[in-house]
C-alpha cells in the first residue's frame, strides 16, 4: 500500500514510518520540521534500510497540498499526526494551535473525503477531560476541554464526523491516544523534546542525566493509593503498530460505521511514583524527585477500556512499563552521547 503519513517525521510519526516501512508498504513521509529534523530520516534508514519519500511541506499550504495529491494519484490511506501538541502553550497562543490543527486538518479533508481515502487521526485521552468513572470508554461523554490544545482535537473529531456522515464512501478512524512513551529498541529514533519537556517521562530521563535538577512530583495528596496522579502510559511501538493495524482494518472493509473511535491504552492505570520506583527498578539509577503542589489544569486520574480496539481490530498492547521506561532510558543515553 501508498500510505501518506503526514508529521511523518515527529516522535509517533516516526515509528509509524519505520512498522510501515519494515511491513512493505511504501511511504510517503510530510512535514514542515515545526518540531522535527531531517536527521530523523537517517534514524529510519539506520533501522529499516531504506527511507521514506520525504517532501518538506506544511498541510496548511494548499498549492503543496494540492501538488502532492496530484502527484500521487493512488496514496491507499492516509495517517494525520502533523498538528502542535504542547498545552500550556496552547493555553498561551489560543490561535495558533487552531490555526495549525483545525486549519491543518481541513487541507487534508478537503483532498481525503473528495478521493474517499481511508483516514486515521490523531486524537487524544485529553478529550475526556477528568472522565467520572474508570477506565474509561469511548462512549463517556466528552468533557469542555480545559485548554485549546484539547479543543482542537475535540473540534477535530468533530470535523471529522461530520465529513463521514456527508460521504458513506469516507471511511476514518479516531484514535484516542492516551499516554504515549518510550522509544524504538534500535535508539536510531525516538522523542525530542524542545526546551524543557513538560510531560513526565522525557522530564524525568533528562533530569537523571543531569540535564535537569530535579524531578518535581506535581501533586502528593490526591486520592489515590499513592496520592499521586494515575495516567495509562502506552510504548510508542505498540501505539505505532495500532495505527497499522487500524488502516489495514479500513482498507480492507472490516468496519461497520464509516467513522469509528477508539481508545489506544494499556488499561492500566500508573502512578508517577510508580513510574518512578519502575525506572530506578530497571535502570539501576536513582531519580532526584521532590513532592511538589499540583499542576494546574492537570486530571487526577486517567486509564482506557481498550477493549473495543481489541474486539474489532484485534489489536492490545504488548510491551510493558518497565520495556517503555528502560527503552526512554536508553534513547536519553543516545541523545546525549551525540550532543
Ligand atoms: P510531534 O510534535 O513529535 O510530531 C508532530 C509533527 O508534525 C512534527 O514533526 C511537526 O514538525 C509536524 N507538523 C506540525 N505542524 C505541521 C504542519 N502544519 N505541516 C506539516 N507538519 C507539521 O508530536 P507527536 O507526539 O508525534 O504527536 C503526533 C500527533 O499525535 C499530534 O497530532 C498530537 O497532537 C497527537 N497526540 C500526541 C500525544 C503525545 O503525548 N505525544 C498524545 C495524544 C495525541
Ligand atoms: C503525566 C503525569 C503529571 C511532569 C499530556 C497532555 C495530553 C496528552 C498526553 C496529547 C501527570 C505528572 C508531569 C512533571 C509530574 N497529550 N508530572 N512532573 O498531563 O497526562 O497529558 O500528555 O494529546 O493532552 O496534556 O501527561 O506527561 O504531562 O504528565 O509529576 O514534571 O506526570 O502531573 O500526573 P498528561 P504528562
Same mark, same amino acid.
Given at each position: 500500500m501508498k500510505i501518506l503519513v503526514t508529521g511523518g517525521l515527529g516522535y509517533i510519526g516516526s515509528h509509524v514510518t519505520?512498522?510501515?516501512?519494515?511491513?512493505?508498504?511504501?511511504?510517503?513521509?510530510?512535514?514542515?520540521?515545526?518540531? +522535527?529534523?531531517? $536527521?530523523? %530520516?537517517?534514524?529510519? /534508514?539506520?533501522?529499516? @534500510?531504506?527511507?521514506?519519500?520525504?517532501?518538506?511541506?506544511?498541510?496548511?499550504?494548499?498549492?503543496?497540498?494540492?501538488?502532492?495529491?496530484?502527484?500521487?494519484?493512488?496514496?491507499?490511506?492516509?495517517?494525520?499526526?502533523?498538528?502542535?501538541?504542547?498545552?500550556?502553550? +496552547?493555553?498561551? $497562543?489560543? %490561535?495558533?494551535?487552531? /490555526?495549525?490543527?483545525? @486549519?491543518?486538518?481541513?487541507?487534508?479533508?478537503?483532498?481525503?473525503?473528495?478521493?474517499?481515502?481511508?483516514?486515521?487521526?490523531?486524537?487524544?485521552?485529553?478529550?475526556?477531560?477528568?472522565?467520572?468513572?474508570?477506565?474509561?470508554?469511548?462512549?463517556m461523554p466528552l468533557k469542555k476541554a480545559s485548554s485549546p490544545y484539547g479543543n482542537s482535537k475535540q473540534i477535530g473529531e468533530q470535523l471529522i464526523m461530520d465529513c463521514c456522515a456527508i460521504n458513506k464512501q469516507f471511511n476514518a478512524i479516531l484514535l484516542r491516544y492516551f499516554n504515549p512513551i518510550g522509544a524504538h529498541a534500535s535508539r536510531k529514533i525516538g522523542e525530542f523534546p524542545k526546551g524543557i519537556p513538560q510531560n513526565l517521562i522525557p522530564f524525568l530521563t533528562q533530569t537523571v542525566i543531569g540535564i535537569r535538577e530535579t524531578l518535581k512530583v506535581y501533586g502528593a495528596d490526591y486520592d489515590t493509593p499513592d496520592g499521586t496522579c494515575i495516567r495509562d502510559y502506552i510504548h510508542v511501538i505498540d501505539l505505532a503498530q495500532a495505527h497499522i493495524e487500524s488502516l489495514e482494518y479500513l482498507i480492507s472493509s472490516k468496519n461497520i460505521e464509516n467513522c469509528e473511535v477508539f481508545n489506544v491504552g494499556t488499561g492500566r492505570g500508573v502512578s508517577v511514583m510508580e513510574v518512578i520506583k519502575t525506572f530506578e527498578k530497571v535502570t539501576g539509577e536513582k531519580v532526584p524527585y521532590a513532592m511538589s503542589s499540583p499542576r494546574e489544569g492537570d486530571i487526577v486520574t486517567a486509564y482506557a477500556n481498550p477493549e473495543k480496539i481489541f474486539k474489532k481490530i484485534g489489536w492490545k498492547s504488548k510491551l510493558t512499563l518497565e520495556d517503555s521506561l528502560l527503552s526512554a532510558w536508553n534513547w536519553e543515553k543516545e541523545l546525549q552521547r551525540n550532543t
Open positions: 519505520v512498522l510501515l516501512l519494515e511491513n512493505g508498504h511504501e511511504v510517503i513521509s510530510i512535514d514542515n520540521l515545526h518540531n +522535527s529534523s531531517l $536527521k530523523v %530520516l537517517d534514524g529510519i /534508514e539506520a533501522i529499516c @534500510g531504506k527511507k521514506p519519500l520525504f517532501e518538506a511541506y506544511d498541510v496548511r499550504n494548499v498549492d503543496q497540498m494540492n501538488s502532492l495529491f496530484e502527484s500521487h494519484l493512488d496514496i491507499d490511506g492516509v495517517i494525520h499526526f502533523a498538528a502542535y501538541k504542547a498545552v500550556s502553550e +496552547s493555553v498561551e $497562543k489560543p %490561535l495558533k494551535y487552531y /490555526e495549525n490543527n483545525i @486549519g491543518g486538518l481541513i487541507q487534508i479533508l478537503e483532498h481525503v473525503t473528495e478521493k474517499s481515502i481511508p483516514f486515521i487521526f490523531s486524537s487524544s485521552c485529553t478529550v475526556y477531560g477528568q472522565a467520572d468513572k474508570m477506565p474509561i470508554d469511548e462512549e
